[in-house]
RNA sequence: CGCGGGGUGGAGCAGCUCGGUAGCUCGCCAGGCUCAUAACCUGGAGGUCGUAGGUUCAAAUCCUUCCCCCGCUACCA
């Protein structure tokens, strides 16, 4: 049995359509490390789903006039559309409305409870005056009691930056209403974090490979640990789950306490439906199966804090003891990989103010590898990084077009006029030109290897693309073109096998373009996997259907494999057509008058 | 002293953990080639690596001072 990877992808809020923004922070990068696992011969499970509760969703629908569960209902649809584009290759993309998340996090909830870890107590809490709608604490402002500043939130003063109560401020507004909010006691859960701060610290002092701004970030956080809040005065949530609390239909989880159980609810919801529900022990309960969560930064907190401590909970690992549940002894995060934030031109992205990409409408515009690939290449894996159209068209036409795309169609239009098929030559008659080129390649595989498996996936990408600038330097120096037969035949046949394996390192990254050169190399017997759209009956309420993304990704062994392969036989080709294709630069002003139309920039 | 990240040729970045000729992509200049999507290849100009000091034979890299940008406990990823 090869090794076990789970891969858990931040679950995207269905309150909107995602930006490319989102898909830059959690989705691509967590696919190019599926992608790459799977061929390195790693049993990989991915899964994630739209995270569909919580208040700002509450809002909106009402705001809308509809019912909360068709405001995600749309919006799930739609994200599941886009991420399906974009080909990112989840085992499973569920939602957290389904029967089985609810069960699942509910027990995770109850083994909580029974080991001690949730407690009962008393919180004064904003409400909406008129509607007695619960008022979370951002939608509150009013005068900073320190600096005098106004509007200051109910959280935080963002001109002195001092840590806030609503009840602190002067003259506390609803930003909703304008009206005063009225503050009264609620009764309400609480997730004993304190309990659990000794084992997670222990735990987390123990995570020496993760990135040291995240282990520095998590281990600061955790000085000030107090009791968190884990359900909320809302009637739109998972009920909790204890005898008077069911039927009282304004009291909720929080949405984040059920939102992180999806990893492994979304786990349970994939065996289930694969037939036998007890497969994803194999990953939870494993020791050595290795457990990575992708996500943006602002997200690191949940992963390394909360989660953790629900995990340490349930196991009743924390202060007060306890015993672990039905599930087992589950896996906490071997690794938690954040990633920075995307600008856009400069701009934060805000969709309330315009300034935004969704991921559709660059999608309808632009092949989905050209975004793919920039955010590959350019996206915020360490640093915030500016998306502007100059540098995407930029990327696209001289990379991944001139370099790339050229190298593939030069070479194939060589072979197909001179020979029309593509030849096999004897290797020990290379010469040191042509053996030197294919054994660089070689050895590039386990580099770029490390690199993705360490999370350094641009500096992988540009090793990769280092080979493909070698190998159009080697055209220029062998010139081909001028040779006779025999000799054409070598060098064609040494470019054939170049462009073969850096397309196997890049099918991680552009896998519908690796698709295509496999086809134009007349390469039938193996393909790039990709996922599907499949609509499903809720397992726990046959009344129920929803669209998942799933797939089949080992292609009963036809999926390529991450290593160095020589193409054997005579395969005849068709004539070459331009795989990739440029972008009119005259789009980067287009686009950007668009933006100033909406008087963004 | 709240915490953290960053300041490297025109632009965007890598290098800093484990000190030793400053690297990549784009742009610019010159040349080459013509198989290819005016693509590709070669060479060149351009940097006192934010500031001031220290350690060292040697500092972008280690230590200290100061300056400037940017995030930060909110479901805006």
Redesign the pocket.
């Known amino acids: 049995m090869s090794k076990k990877v789970l891969i858990l992808v931040?679950w995207?809020?269905a309150?909107g359509p995602?930006?490319i923004?989102?898909v830059?922070?959690f989705g691509v990068p967590s696919d190019i490390y599926a992608r790459y696992m799977r061929m390195a011969g790693y049993n990989v499970l991915m899964v994630s789903g739209t995270?569909e509760?919580?208040?700002?969703i509450a809002m909106q629908a009402e705001k809308d006039d509809i019912s909360p569960q068709v405001l995600v209902d749309k919006y799930n649809k739609q994200i599941v559309e886009d991420l399906y584009n974009l080909g990112l290759s989840y085992d499973l993309f569920t939602r957290t409305t389904t029967g089985n998340h609810t069960k699942v996090v509910q027990n995770v909830f109850l083994q909580l409870y029974k080991n001690g870890y949730i407690y009962k107590d008393t919180m004064s809490q904003a409400k909406e005056a008129g509607t007695g709608k619960t008022l979370p604490d951002?939608y509150i402002e009013g005068t900073c009691p320190k600096c005098g500043y106004f509007p200051a939130?109910g959280?935080?003063c963002d001109n002195c930056?001092s840590?806030l109560d609503p009840t602190d401020l002067i003259n506390p507004v609803s930003k909703n209403t304008g009206k005063s909010p009225i503050f009264a006691d609620s009764v309400h859960f609480f997730l004993d974090l304190p309990a659990l701060k000794e084992a997670l610290t222990k735990w987390l002092k123990s995570r020496k490979n993760w990135r040291?701004?995240v282990l520095?970030?998590s281990l600061?956080?955790i000085n000030d640990t107090k009791p968190r809040a884990i359900t909320r005065d809302i009637d739109w949530g998972i009920t909790i789950p204890l005898p008077n609390w069911r039927d009282e239909s304004n009291k909720k989880l929080y949405?984040?306490f059920d939102?992180v159980v999806g990893y492994l609810s979304a786990c349970i919801e994939w065996a289930r439906r694969k037939g036998d529900a007890e497969l994803w022990r194999q990953y939870w309960n494993d020791k050595n199966c290795q457990s990575d969560y992708f996500?943006?930064?602002?997200?690191i907190?949940f992963h390394s804090q909360i989660w953790p401590s629900q995990l340490l909970g349930y196991r009743g690992l924390g202060s007060k003891g306890g015993q672990t549940g039905a599930y087992g002894d589950l896996n906490l995060p071997t690794e938690v990989v954040s990633s920075e934030?995307?600008?856009m031109e400069g701009k934060?992205?805000?969709?309330?103010q315009g300034i935004v990409i969704y991921v559709k409408d660059i999608l309808a515009k632009y092949p989905v590898d050209a975004l793919r690939y920039y955010i590959a290449a350019?996206g915020?894996e360490?640093?915030?990084?500016?998306f502007t159209w100059e540098s995407f068209v930029?990327r696209n036409n001289?990379?991944l077009?001139?370099?790339w795309?050229?190298l593939?169609?030069?070479?194939l239009?060589?072979v197909y006029k001179r020979f029309s098929q593509i030849s096999q030559i004897d290797m020990s008659q290379l010469e040191r030109n042509d053996t030197k080129l294919l054994s660089k390649i070689e050895s590039v595989f386990p580099e770029v290897a490390n690199l993705i498996e360490s999370h350094k996936q641009q500096?992988g990408l540009?090793k990769i693309m280092?080979l493909v600038?070698d190998t159009?330097?080697y055209?220029?120096?062998t010139?081909p073109?001028?040779q006779d037969d025999f000799r054409a035949r070598q060098i064609l046949w040494v470019c054939i096998q170049a462009i073969y394996n850096i397309n196997t390192m890049l099918a991680p990254y552009i896998p519908h373009s690796a698709q295509k050169v496999l086809l134009s190399l007349g390469v039938t017997n193996q393909k790039i996997p990709m996922p599907q759209i499949e609509t499903v009956i809720d397992l726990d309420n046959s009344n129920r259907q929803y669209p998942i993304i799933t797939g089949d990704y080992k292609l009963n062994d036809m999926a390529i494999k991450w290593q160095m392969t020589y193409l054997r036989g005579n395969s005849k080709i068709a004539k070459p057509e331009?795989?990739?294709?440029?972008i009119d630069p005259k789009i980067i002003e287009q686009e950007l008058n668009g933006l100033i139309n909406k008087k963004i920039i």
């Not at 934060?348 to 309330?352: H, I, N, V």
């Not at 360490?382 to 500016?386: A, G, K, L």
């Not at 593939?408 to 070479?411: D, E, I």
């Not at 331009?578 to 440029?582: G, L, R, T």
């Open positions: 931040a995207p809020y309150n995602r930006h923004g989102h830059a922070g995270d509760h919580g208040t700002p951002r939130r959280d935080q930056g840590q040291p701004n520095k970030y600061n956080i949405v984040w939102a996500m943006g930064k602002d997200n907190a934030f995307l600008t934060k992205f805000t969709s309330s350019a915020p360490n640093n915030d990084t500016d930029q001289s990379e077009v001139g370099s795309g050229n593939v169609n030069r070479t239009n060589m500096a540009s280092k600038n159009n330097a055209i220029t120096a010139e073109f001028k331009p795989i990739f294709q440029k």
